[in-house]
């Protein structure tokens, strides 16, 4: 019972905060350059103001683009329901599978490249075959990433790594900073963070992300972005699920640990959210052709980790 | 020793193994000499680490040295000498930054693979610390060999040396460690005053440095 009452605060939790992380990071981002930003509240208003919108569509639009923001929004939507945040003890824990959770992130930006490719214009096509190509090079990062945590863990389950990291003395390893150096660059990839795309700008020749949404408004759009804004939120409870689940609810414990769990999860999502504006504030945006040194970059050091723990194993 | 001492002892040779392959990445010399210096100051920690674990306090020497001459002067010189000559700042490969990253992955797997087995015998520290150090030695060839610019070969011989003294802070009672530091220290210096000399050669065909004083209008 508890375990139901927990996936379902689960859910409502990923979806009310993940508006506010970003408005978060825009606010510190705001704050660091010397603007005043908008208040924190200012993207759940944005969300509200688009829904409340018709929905244009282009004359060519087909079913695809017109279910892909639903597909999207779904996909991202579970998948971040499946990360443990405050308490490992969910109700689909069992499913909870870190090769699992790639395939929803990859559904995810499968259908949100097929989509930007169905319009038909140039903007679309664009993003469609970046985002492209730096999945070929983020998934096979990430996938090294999982490799290494579950040599360790001896798991592919994210409750199994959590628990495991949380309760049992792991240590510091390197090989583990080195996977969280890799997935802290898959993440700011992925959500189209400064280094390699800028989340601000919708009229660029290097976006990426925004470039393939940028036929869609209203309703659609809402669920795009706060499909993106999700998305945010579960690579950041998965670096904190696997690397720092210090303070996490463990299934023993059950309810007794919710409130502890849950504010220390919203602390480190706050410690999260303020280092990456102050990261994005700190540097500039690379050349579009650097990217994929950036992401093999992490493709290297995760097969890096791996080598070495299995190395150091195998001797 | 406790498992904590040993961790961050591990995880000090692991930030400066990947402060390594932060310099294969770099593609500005500032950036290459920026990178150094911290590569210089984490080698200082984990000197000044080991130093206070295994209660040896001549390796805070080491630490010192690192610190001071490697972290804050040569940097400073470096700096200075790119900016005098204004040599061209970014950096000429000849190989790729990606496929320099890929040898760099198959060195460390190579120095894992050597350094393991043959070091049955002592501790899981001292295995683990020259398996590290001994990438970092092996990372700093494969910087010099690649890069082509002056300034990054002595860069790449530097981070070769920061392995060596690495490997010898992390075996307990290693004898000259600062000794060691100091010679190479010595020798690093010659390198780049050999930069400066070739520099001013180029310039003016001579090592005289009374053509200095006629470029600056002040012979008769």
Same mark, same amino acid.
């Given at each position: 019972?508890?375990?139901?009452?927990?996936?379902m605060?689960?859910?409502?939790l990923v979806?009310?905060?993940?508006p506010?992380?970003?408005?978060?990071?825009?606010?510190?981002?705001a704050?660091l350059?010397?603007?005043?930003?908008?208040?924190?509240?200012?993207?759940?208003?944005?969300?509200?103001?688009?829904?409340?919108?018709?929905?244009?569509?282009?004359?060519?639009?087909?079913?695809?683009?017109?279910?892909?923001?639903?597909?999207?929004?779904?996909?991202?939507?579970?998948?971040?329901?499946?990360?443990?945040?405050?308490?490992?003890?969910?109700l689909?824990?069992?499913a909870?599978?870190?090769?699992?959770?790639?395939?929803?992130?990859?559904?995810?930006?499968?259908?949100?490249?097929?989509?930007?490719?169905?319009i038909?214009?140039?903007?679309?096509?664009i993003?469609?075959?970046?985002?492209?190509?730096?999945?070929?090079?983020?998934e096979p990062?990430?996938?090294?990433?999982?490799?290494?945590?579950?040599?360790?863990?001896?798991?592919?389950?994210?409750?199994?790594?959590?628990?495991?990291?949380?309760?049992?003395?792991?240590?510091?390893?390197?090989?583990?900073?080195?996977?969280?150096i890799?997935?802290?660059?898959?993440a700011?990839?992925?959500?189209?963070?400064i280094?390699?795309?800028?989340?601000?700008?919708?009229? $660029?020749?290097?976006?990426?992300? $925004?470039?393939?949404?940028?036929?869609y408004?209203?309703?659609?759009?809402?669920?795009? $972005?706060?499909?993106?804004?999700?998305?945010?939120?579960?690579?950041?409870?998965?670096?904190?699920c696997?690397?720092?689940?210090?303070?996490?609810a463990?299934?023993e414990?059950?309810?007794?640990?919710?409130?502890?769990?849950?504010?220390?999860?919203?602390?480190?999502?706050?410690?999260?959210?303020?280092?990456?504006?102050?990261?994005?504030?700190s540097?500039?945006?690379?050349?579009?052709?650097?990217?994929? $040194?950036?992401?093999?970059?992490?493709?290297?050091?995760?097969l890096?980790?791996?080598?070495?723990?299995?190395?150091?194993?195998?001797? | 020793?406790?498992?904590?001492?040993?961790?961050?002892?591990?995880?000090?040779?692991?930030?400066?193994?990947?402060?390594?392959?932060?310099?294969?990445?770099?593609?500005?010399?500032?950036?290459?000499?920026?990178?150094?210096?911290m590569?210089?100051?984490?080698?200082?920690?984990?000197?000044?680490?080991?130093?206070?674990?295994?209660?040896?306090?001549?390796l805070?020497?080491?630490?010192?040295?690192?610190l001071?001459?490697?972290?804050?002067?040569?940097?400073?010189?470096?700096?200075?000498?790119?900016?005098?000559?204004?040599?061209?700042?970014?950096?000429?490969?000849?190989?790729?930054?990606?496929?320099?990253?890929?040898?760099?992955?198959s060195?460390?797997?190579?120095?894992?693979?050597?350094?393991?087995?043959?070091?049955f015998a002592?501790?899981?520290?001292?295995?683990?610390?020259?398996?590290?150090?001994?990438?970092t030695?092996?990372?700093?060839?494969?910087?010099?060999?690649?890069?082509?610019?002056?300034?990054?070969q002595?860069?790449?011989?530097?981070?070769?040396?920061n392995?060596?003294?690495?490997?010898?802070?992390?075996?307990?009672?290693?004898?000259?460690?600062?000794?060691?530091?100091?010679?190479?220290?010595?020798?690093?210096?010659?390198?780049?005053?050999?930069?400066?000399?070739?520099?001013?050669?180029?310039?003016?065909?001579?090592l005289?440095?009374?053509?200095?004083?006629?470029?600056?209008?002040?012979?008769?």
């Amino acid at each position: 019972m508890t375990d139901v009452l927990a996936q379902m605060m689960q859910i409502a939790l990923v979806l009310g905060l993940a508006p506010g992380l970003t408005g978060l990071v825009r606010l510190v981002k705001a704050r660091l350059v010397g603007r005043r930003g908008p208040g924190l509240l200012q993207p759940y208003r944005d969300l509200a103001r688009l829904l409340r919108k018709d929905a244009v569509l282009a004359d060519n639009a087909s079913w695809l683009f017109r279910s892909t923001p639903y597909m999207v929004f779904t996909t991202l939507w579970f998948a971040a329901a499946l990360v443990p945040t405050f308490t490992t003890g969910l109700l689909l824990g069992p499913a909870a599978d870190l090769i699992a959770l790639v395939a929803f992130l990859g559904a995810a930006r499968f259908f949100t490249a097929l989509a930007g490719l169905d319009i038909g214009t140039s903007f679309g096509g664009i993003g469609s075959s970046r985002e492209a190509m730096f999945g070929t090079l983020a998934e096979p990062a990430v996938l090294t990433v999982i490799f290494t945590v579950s040599l360790l863990v001896h798991s592919t389950s994210l409750v199994d790594v959590a628990e495991f990291i949380a309760v049992s003395r792991v240590g510091i390893r390197v090989s583990l900073l080195m996977a969280l150096i890799a997935l802290i660059i898959v993440a700011l990839a992925e959500n189209a963070r400064i280094p390699v795309d800028n989340p601000a700008t919708h009229l $660029e020749l290097t976006m990426v992300h $925004e470039a393939m949404v940028l036929e869609y408004s209203g309703r659609h759009l809402a669920l795009i $972005e706060v499909a993106a804004m999700v998305k945010l939120l579960l690579y950041l409870s998965l670096i904190i699920c696997v690397f720092l689940p210090f303070g996490i609810a463990t299934r023993e414990v059950g309810a007794a640990g919710f409130g502890f769990g849950l504010l220390v999860y919203l602390a480190k999502l706050i410690g999260g959210g303020v280092a990456l504006a102050v990261f994005e504030t700190s540097i500039a945006k690379m050349r579009v052709f650097r990217v994929s $040194e950036f992401l093999g970059g992490a493709l290297m050091l995760g097969l890096l980790a791996m080598i070495y723990l299995y190395i150091s194993r195998a001797l | 020793m406790t498992s904590l001492e040993y961790d961050i002892a591990h995880l000090f040779d692991g930030t400066v193994l990947l402060l390594s392959f932060m310099l294969l990445y770099q593609r500005r010399l500032f950036g290459v000499i920026n990178t150094f210096a911290m590569q210089a100051l984490v080698l200082a920690a984990a000197a000044a680490w080991q130093a206070h674990i295994h209660a040896a306090p001549h390796l805070y020497v080491t630490a010192g040295i690192a610190l001071v001459f490697k972290a804050i002067v040569i940097p400073y010189v470096l700096h200075r000498v790119i900016r005098t000559f204004g040599i061209h700042r970014t950096i000429d490969t000849a190989l790729g930054v990606g496929p320099s990253l890929v040898a760099g992955a198959s060195l460390v797997a190579l120095s894992i693979m050597l350094v393991l087995p043959v070091t049955f015998a002592s501790g899981a520290l001292t295995r683990e610390s020259l398996a590290l150090a001994l990438s970092t030695v092996l990372l700093g060839l494969l910087m010099m060999i690649t890069r082509r610019n002056a300034v990054t070969q002595v860069v790449g011989f530097m981070s070769l040396e920061n392995g060596l003294i690495l490997a010898a802070v992390g075996v307990e009672g290693m004898p000259l460690v600062v000794e060691m530091s100091v010679a190479f220290s010595v020798m690093v210096a010659f390198i780049i005053f050999g930069i400066f000399f070739f520099h001013i050669r180029e310039r003016f065909d001579t090592l005289d440095v009374q053509y200095l004083e006629t470029f600056r209008g002040e012979r008769r």
